[in-house]
Structure formats: structure tokens, C-alpha cells
């Protein structure tokens, strides 16, 4: 035990509340006001970890949120926050933390075992040491070993909160500096937003403040989120914002410098000031800048055992080196530590004094190897830095717009980054990710000569922490090892988030239905009474209706059976329904589809596709005339909302015609009334028009009632049976739906769902883009191309039709594929070529209950040339022989849809 | 995230908004050669500094329109409204 409480002091505490909590599973007490690593400090718990790849012990180093090592797993029930620093959690009563990286145990640790070996891990070393035999044999190992936290198990139950902040000033810092500049905005009258880290902030006149939160990142135009308490995340925007986050202490890379009770010098003074602990009895300070020395003689007048400063500089202020003295201290100049001692803890260190090493007995040691600005949100806002000689530090330099620096005075310090001499192997520069001085020279002598390399192939700066600790040393080793100018390589940059942050608080309210809404059918209440079984398609759609203990295949196949044999009903209400109205109407449309849809005579549909400009196949569907002026287009489900956007664009930005374009999808439901039986069930509902095939042909629209309702019928099909497109208003799906059941009773009608649908469309040869086109997949691949030879006019993708690449002969083309054996065919199978390439592949495929065998469909190189052709189809080791036969494997003659 | 003023509601949230790639940029005829072609499909500035790109206010009023933004600084120099040449 070496750390303790002192008997008097500490800002922050409150002796009178002791708090109990556990650590690692032993149970301590510490006071009000503690974080979890003052207290652990306090109770003498110096090992609080074990680092990521060589399991080497590490203790508190830091005092706030630069902490590197004291990173513990927050445990709540089942639940637990990985990756948390321990410097930066307020101690609460029953709080319950683990260390995140002690596999299998903290004291007796069998991956310690990598310290022995950890030769083999230096920088690199996934890339060199695993890839004999084979990476997969030790990934298990690694992966167990070398992780930070764990990720838990179960759903975060955590509720965050999300608020939008507004505000004319910003201040990120609430010191000195940034408590002047928010007072003075104040009272000039503007609404002022300060934001820090810690709490206890004083109250200023018209100030808003948040403590204990932190800016996570600067965004475009003075956007900023910043984190309070790890709950609420506030999504600020600033017309101005001010910097003042101050500066962050850095340590020096000398043997062994990360055994515990080895800490920052600032880090201990305020653990001695504020929460009134003593990391220790007998300390010894290496420093290279005055503020080091008054961390030292700080903690000397508050009661800590400080038994010498060791400085990198040959003087120093009289006034700093009198009170050193009076307190006992002794002084060694022009000095540095070169190695630190002991097992588990540190016990000694050697110093190299201008006559020689010696060796000093302590128990903690307080490094100040000088100051950084804490600019890494600076540099975030696309801020500049320019390297001080003086302070040894980058400074922010230059002009961002609306983002103002009021940083500090760089504190002079010596150039003082390593202490040769020891074993560079235990120099470390990055605590958390255990990357040495070794490591950086390694690098160097392999050619990763800027930062940006180096960080990739050492991971030097790649934890959590964003090598708060370690970029800034870890560039100037690297210049110093390459003989570049110092400065000349400056830190590589920081990105948010500026501390470790939940996924959930990112997120906020933004999760689960809240971040992507459900879209229910209209008639969703009558699906759940006929037994569907939902899935979702984008919106939640009926993929079949099993019954007796059917499993979805059974029914999608009996559903489909019963379409082709009596009549079935099905939901198509996400169908898109847009319309275009206005006197270019016409011609605008004619812009838009590879047809001709002017041509077409009011009352009557065609089927169309519309392509990018890239002549790719965007969508299918039909298109109706309802009016001379007047189009309803019906894309498909999935491409509905992108195609209003696509004639929106296409009439503002290219075409501006006297057209409108209204999207009235969800005004309606459609129910599809299908099979030879369809037109018994609608004149079984007094229809207000004749629907018999001479006055209500295929490919037309009426409008008009039917069992008392308004409604628009299309008769299309997508199943190749007669089949009747019904339009209700959304608020009329219900009962539509219950007076079609009815109607169809006698016909033995069935409700049928997606899969049905599926197995149907194939059958046909039907397409759906996406699924049976790819990327690449044009008109004339599909059977298009007369469509495209027989039409003058320009229309969105017709340039490209006519490049080489689409005009050549070797294009896949969508053709049926029929199983030899009569079985089904693996869909995304290939088709060998007989270059023993792929050739292809399959695109969908079913089980037909009509046929009695597979139906499938593919792309095939040259496939419309090359119809019977027996070819080979390759699956995950599996083959198949296959014949290439037309699209279309029922009905091949389409009488069915005129029955 | 930046803010962009739309002609029609004002200063909001590009979270409103969704972008349409470079501004005015002529269709070729359909005669016209496989080089004009390409250079209107696939060819794009690309600079460092002010790039004139279409916006659509998607979550709003629904405009199409075109705005000049710094592309280093993302400020953003003009906002102009359809049809209207490069200020």
C-alpha cells in the first residue's frame, strides 16, 4: 500500500460522506466528491490495469482526461459502459468497475508472458509475426488478449437525451481564460453557452453553463456536440466560439517509465490539492519546466514525502529552488532519471547526474516533461499550428473562421523526449497502446517517415485517449530518429470525439423504430386477423399466410397454387402511385421512359423503364393515361420515393415543362385480385363498369365503384393470370379487404403474400430490377432493345445505349434457367464459362408448384444466343447442370391473362 | 454540419437538405460524341475553392437550387436559385 489520504486538505471532498464501492471485486470506501481514481488512490490501489499487448502493470498516470492507463469497464447489472477512465468518474455509492485488460486475472497474469516475448511485438508485429502458418490460428489468442473492454452482451439500457443548443458564443473552457471571455460577451449582450470538463464552476451573470461536459468535436459552421455526464449529448450551434482549453502535461520516455506509481507531475499535485491524496511517502520529481517544480513543492507543503527534483536544466529560479530547499528537497541539476526499478511497482530509480549515475530509493515518481496546448479541437475546426522552441510545443497559429484560440503562454521547457542510455524497449512513449521508443525507431528504419505512417504501423496514438499523452513525443522522436528538424513533423490530427463516447449518446433518441419508423399497410389489422407472417420490405409486408402449422414455403406454395387455379388476393398498397398532370405531361414523360407513353390513349397502361444516364436499368413499371393532360405511374415499391425525386430534379434543374408531380402513395391501398376466378369475385360486388374483357381489356384503367366505394382499377398483372389492381382510399383498405373475402368465398379466394408473389413473377419471367439487373444491366438485356430502336427522341439514358460497351455482343443477358434434374438452383450460383470463369449467375429462383419443379432466372453472357445450351452452375463448392431456356416458364403464350 | 440558407425558408440544417452534385453542367444532344459524353456523365472539377453544386431542400419546401461553397472552408459564397448563370 502506497498511496494514501492525507489528514487534512482536498478541495473537493467531503470527509464527513464516506461512498462505498468495488473494484475488480473487492469492495473500498472513499469520500463525496472523489473520482473512482482519487479513491482508488486513497485506498493504496496502485495496479489498475494491464497494458493492450505486452500485459505489462500500469497504475494511475494522469489526474483528468488524459489519462491513458486507468481505463475500467463500468458495470451495471448485465449491463457495463467499456473504456471508461477511471480519472473522469465521480464516485457514487455501489459503483461497480473492473479493469478492462486483465485476462485471466490482475495480479497473476498469464499474458504476462508477452512482456518476456515481446520481442516478437514490436511495431508491425500483426503484419510480420502472425501470418505464419496461417493469422487464423492465433486470432483467438490475440483477440482475447489484446482487447480494450469488453462490449456487452445485452441492449445499452442507458436513456440518452439529445437537446439542440442555440447560442451567439460558445466557450469551451471554463479557466480563467474562458471565464473572462464569457463574462465580457455577457454583459456586451450576447446569449453566452461555457462548457468544461469539470464541475464547481462559478455562476456568472447571463452565462449558461454546462460542467462535467465535454466538447466532443468541432463541426462546419460553428456546429458542436458536447457530452454532459455521458447522458446528454447537445447538438450545439455557435455563431462564435472561443477556446480555452488550457494545456496538457507530457512525460518523458525514460527505462521502465510506465511502472505504477509513476504519474504526471500536475497530475499529482492535484490529487494532493483537491481530493487530499498522496500517491505516495517518498517521491521523486523529473522535470523539465518550472511548473513541474511547483507540482512538487505543492505537494511538499501539503504533507507528501518529496525527496528530490530531478531537472533536465542546469538552474533554475532562485525563488523555486529556496522553497524546494526549506522543504527538504534535494536538488539535482542538469540532470535526468534514466531508468526506474522494481516489480509490479516502482521502488528506485537510477539518475544520471553530470558526475555520474546514482541510485535513489522512492516510492512514486512525478514526471513533467512540459506542456502542450490542449488545441486538438483547434485543429479539429481546421485550425493551424506552428512549432514554439521555447515551450517545445505546436501552437496553434493561423486564422478559423468563427473560431477563436485563448489558449495560454507555451511554458518554457527543455528538449528533453527520451534518456538514452536505458533499454529503449521500456521507453514508452504510448502507455495504452505499448508503442517504445523502440517501436518509433523500428519504424523509422523501415521508412515510415510521417506521422501519419507511423501511427498506422506502430498504433502509437490509436487508443481511446488520441494519444493526448503521446503524439507530440511520439513526432519528435520520430524527428529527432530521422534527423529532421524538430517541428518540422507536428502531431498527427486529432478527430472526434475529443473523449471515448458511447455509440448510444451519438445516437441519443436517434434508436431502433425512432431511428428508422416502420411503415405499417393500411389494412395492417386485417393481415394480422387473416395470420400473416410479417417481414420487412421497407414497409412491413405480409410474406404469407400459413396455415395448420404450415412453414412459409408450404403456404407461399399453396397460396401460389391457388392463384393459378381459382383466384387469391394480395396487398400492394406500397405500390407507388404518382401522378403527373399538366399540358407537357406528355412530352415530359416521353423524356423519362424508354417507351413512348404520348402515344398511349387515355384510359389505357403501358409497361416502361426508366434508366439513369448511364443507361442502367432503374426501374420497371406501368404507367396509365387517365386524361389527355394526365398520368398515374406506378414505380415500384422501393424506387417510389426515389422516382418523385428523380422528376422533381429532371423538371426543376433540366426540363422546366408545364408539368406537376404529386405523390399520393400512401392515399391509397391496392388489393390485387388475381386467378381465373378474379372477375366472378368483382361482379360478385357490383361493379358501376363492365368488366369484361372487350370493354375492360388488359393494360386499362376505369374509375368508378364497386360495392358502394369509389374506386380506380388497373388491370395489370404480375402473375400472369387475370388479374385486377383495386385502388381504395387508404381509410377504406379494411373494408375493401373484408368485402373481397366475402365476394370470393365461393371461389375459394386466399389472402397471398410476398413469397407467393415470388414464386408467381418467376414462373413468369417477370423482373424485379435489383434483383434480376444489376448495375450494368441495360434495355436491351432484358429483352428492350426494339422498344429503344423503334423510339426517335431523346429520353434520360438513350446517349449511353449507343456507347460500344453497350453495344456489344458479349453482354449477360437475363434468360430462364432450367435445372436438369428438376431442382431448384442456388440463387447468386455462377455460370461457368467455358474459360472456367464465371459466366453469370443466377438471380432468382423457386420452386414451381404448377410445373412441379425449379424456375429460375440469370444473367448469361450472350444467353438470349444461346437458348438450350446446357451449362454448369457453381455454388459453394455444389454444381449443377442447367439448360438456358426462355424467360418466361409458364403460359408461354399469355392466354391465361385473358381468360 | 453546415447551415445553408434556402430561397425559400431560410437558414437550416443541411440535415434538411440533400446534395446534387456540380452545378450547370449542359446536357449534350443525343448526336453529340462519345468525348462530350463522358464529360458530362463522369467528369467532374473537383477543385479546391469555390465549386457551384445543386441542393435540394428535401426535408422542406422541396426547391431545387444552387449554391457556391469553399470547399476547404465550407463557407458558403451564394446561394442562387435555378436557371440563373454562376454569380
Redesign the interface.
Known amino acids: 500500500m502506497t498511496g494514501y489520504r492525507l489528514s487534512h486538505g482536498g478541495g473537493r471532498i467531503d470527509r464527513g460522506q464516506s461512498i462505498d464501492f468495488s473494484f475488480n471485486g473487492k469492495r473500498y470506501a472513499g469520500l463525496a466528491g472523489d473520482t473512482l481514481a482519487s479513491a482508488l488512490l486513497a485506498n493504496g490501489v496502485q495496479l489498475v490495469g494491464r497494458s493492450f499487448k505486452l500485459h505489462r502493470p500500469r497504475g494511475i498516470v494522469g489526474a483528468g482526461c488524459e489519462e491513458t492507463n486507468a481505463l475500467v469497464q463500468l458495470e451495471h447489472g448485465i449491463s457495463s459502459i467499456p473504456n471508461v477512465q477511471a480519472t473522469m468518474i465521480a464516485l457514487e455509492e455501489g459503483l461497480v468497475a473492473r479493469s478492462i485488460n486483465a485476462w485471466p486475472s490482475l495480479t497473476w497474469d498469464i499474458a504476462g508472458v508477452n512482456d518476456r516475448l515481446r520481442g516478437l511485438f514490436s511495431a508491425g508485429f500483426y503484419y510480420k509475426t502472425f501470418m505464419w502458418p496461417d493469422w487464423h490460428w492465433f486470432e483467438w489468442l490475440i483477440r482475447r488478449a489484446a482487447g480494450l473492454g469488453k462490449v456487452p452482451v445485452v441492449p445499452d439500457p442507458q436513456r440518452y437525451e439529445a437537446r439542440h443548443v442555440e447560442c451567439d458564443l460558445l466557450v469551451i473552457g471554463g479557466g480563467r481564460r474562458g471565464l473572462a471571455a464569457a463574462a465580457q460577451a455577457a454583459r456586451d449582450g450576447k446569449s453566452v453557452l461555457l462548457v468544461d470538463l469539470d464541475q464547481g464552476l462559478p455562476s456568472l451573470e447571463g452565462v449558461r453553463t454546462f460542467e462535467k461536459t465535454a466538447a466532443l468535436g468541432i463541426w462546419d459552421h460553428g456546429f458542436v456536440l458536447a457530452a454532459s455526464e455521458g447522458r446528454v449529448i447537445h447538438r450545439i450551434r455557435a455563431e462564435q466560439i472561443i477556446l480555452a482549453t488550457g494545456k496538457q502535461e507530457r512525460g518523458i520516455a525514460f527505462a521502465n517509465n510506465d511502472l505504477p506509481g509513476i504519474m504526471l507531475a500536475g497530475a499529482i499535485g492535484r490529487y494532493v490539492a483537491d481530493y487530499a491524496v498522496a500517491p505516495g511517502r517518498s517521491g521523486i520529481f523529473f522535470v523539465n519546466n518550472d511548473l513541474g517544480w511547483r507540482s512538487a513543492i505543492e505537494a511538499a507543503q501539503c504533507g507528501v514525502g518529496v525527496r528530490a527534483i530531478v531537472d533536465a536544466r542546469p538552474q533554475v529560479l532562485p525563488e523555486l529552488a529556496h522553497r524546494a530547499r526549506a522543504h527538504g528537497i534535494d536538488l539535482f541539476f542538469s540532470s535526468l532519471v534514466r531508468s526506474a526499478h522494481g516489480r509490479g511497482r516502482v521502488t528506485g530509480v537510477t539518475i544520471e547526474k553530470p558526475d555520474g549515475l546514482s541510485r535513489l530509493a522512492c516510492d512514486f515518481v512525478g514526471v513533467s516533461g512540459g506542456w502542450n496546448p490542449a488545441s486538438q479541437l483547434w485543429t479539429m475546426a481546421g485550425g493551424q499550428t506552428k512549432f514554439n522552441e521555447r515551450s517545445q510545443s505546436f501552437q496553434p497559429d493561423g486564422l478559423v473562421a468563427n473560431v477563436e484560440w485563448a489558449g495560454p503562454e507555451p511554458i518554457e521547457a527543455e528538449p528533453i523526449w527520451t534518456v538514452h542510455g536505458g533499454d529503449e524497449k521500456t521507453m514508452f512513449v504510448d502507455f495504452q497502446t505499448d508503442v517504445t521508443v523502440a517501436d518509433i525507431k523500428l519504424a523509422a528504419r523501415e521508412n515510415y517517415r510521417s506521422v501519419e505512417h507511423l501511427k498506422r504501423y506502430t498504433v502509437l496514438g490509436m487508443g481511446v485517449d488520441q494519444g493526448k499523452l503521446s503524439s507530440v513525443p511520439g513526432a519528435m522522436i520520430l524527428a529527432e530518429t530521422i534527423g529532421a528538424e524538430p517541428g518540422t513533423l507536428s502531431a498527427s490530427k486529432v478527430r472526434p470525439p475529443f473523449v471515448p463516447t458511447a455509440f448510444g449518446l451519438i445516437g441519443a433518441d436517434l434508436r431502433g423504430e425512432r431511428f428508422r419508423p416502420r411503415r405499417y399497410l393500411p389494412a395492417h389489422e386485417w393481415h394480422v386477423r387473416e395470420g400473416a407472417v410479417f417481414e420487412d420490405f421497407g414497409w412491413e409486408r405480409p410474406a404469407a399466410y400459413p396455415v395448420g402449422g404450415e412453414d412459409i414455403q408450404a403456404a407461399a406454395e399453396r397460396e401460389a397454387a391457388a392463384v393459378r387455379s381459382g383466384v387469391g388476393l394480395f396487398d400492394g398498397s406500397p405500390l407507388g402511385k404518382i401522378l403527373v398532370a399538366g399540358p407537357e405531361a406528355a412530352a415530359f414523360l416521353d423524356r423519362v421512359y424508354v417507351g413512348t407513353p404520348s402515344t398511349l390513349k387515355p384510359g389505357r397502361i403501358r409497361y416502361g423503364l426508366v434508366l439513369n444516364e448511364n443507361g442502367t436499368i432503374l426501374d420497371d413499371g406501368v404507367y396509365a393515361r387517365l386524361q389527355d393532360g394526365s398520368f398515374l405511374l406506378s414505380p415500384s415499391s422501393a424506387f417510389a420515393d426515389r422516382m418523385v425525386r428523380l422528376l422533381e430534379d429532371l423538371l426543376q434543374c433540366e426540363w422546366p415543362m408545364d408539368v406537376v408531380v404529386q405523390d399520393v402513395t400512401e392515399q391509397y391501398a391496392v388489393w390485387t385480385v388475381a386467378g381465373p376466378n378474379a372477375r366472378n369475385v368483382l361482379e360478385a360486388l357490383q361493379p358501376s363498369f363492365v368488366l369484361s374483357s372487350e370493354r375492360f381489356p388488359h393494360l386499362s384503367v376505369r374509375e368508378g365503384q364497386l360495392d358502394g366505394s369509389e374506386v380506380r382499377i388497373q388491370r395489370v398483372s404480375f402473375s400472369g393470370e387475370l388479374s385486377y389492381e383495386i385502388q381504395v382510399p387508404a381509410g377504406q383498405a379494411v373494408q375493401m379487404g373484408d368485402a373481397l373475402m366475402a365476394a370470393g368465398k365461393p371461389y375459394g379466394l386466399v389472402p397471398y403474400g410476398i413469397e407467393a408473389l415470388e414464386i408467381l413473377r418467376i414462373e413468369k419471367g417477370y423482373i424485379h430490377v435489383g434483383t434480376d439487373t444489376d448495375s450494368e444491366t441495360q434495355p436491351g438485356d432484358i429483352g428492350f432493345g426494339g422498344a429503344i430502336a423503334k423510339k426517335q427522341s431523346d429520353f434520360l439514358g438513350r446517349r449511353a445505349l449507343t456507347r460500344r460497351s453497350s453495344l456489344s455482343p458479349n453482354r449477360k443477358q437475363l434468360v430462364g434457367l432450367t435445372s436438369l434434374c428438376g431442382g431448384i438452383l442456388p440463387v447468386g450460383g455462377h455460370v461457368r464459362a467455358p474459360s472456367g470463369q464465371s459466366g453469370g449467375f443466377v438471380t432468382s429462383s423457386q420452386f414451381s408448384p404448377v410445373l412441379g419443379r425449379g424456375v429460375a432466372l440469370g444473367l448469361v453472357e450472350q444467353g438470349q444466343r444461346r437458348l438450350g445450351e446446357i451449362v454448369e452452375i457453381v455454388s459453394l463448392g455444389k454444381r449443377w447442370q442447367a439448360r438456358i431456356s426462355e424467360t418466361v416458364a409458364y403460359d408461354r403464350e399469355g392466354g391465361r391473362l385473358d381468360t | ?3 445553408i440558407a434556402c430561397p425559400n425558408c431560410g437558414l437550416r ?2 440535415r434538411e437538405y440533400a446534395y ?1 452534385g456540380e452545378a450547370h453542367l449542359d ?4 448526336d ?1 460524341d ?1 468525348q462530350a ?1 463522358e464529360e ?2 463522369f467528369l467532374r472539377a473537383n477543385p479546391k475553392g469555390e465549386h457551384a453544386e ?1 441542393w ?1 431542400h ?1 426535408h422542406g419546401c ?3 437550387f444552387n449554391l457556391i461553397r469553399h470547399t476547404e ?3 458558403v459564397v451564394a446561394v442562387y436559385v ?2 440563373v448563370a454562376r454569380p
Open positions: 454540419m453546415m447551415r440544417d443541411e446534387g446536357r449534350p444532344e443525343l453529340c462519345d459524353w458530362y456523365l445543386r435540394v428535401v422541396g426547391v431545387w472552408t465550407h463557407e435555378m436557371g
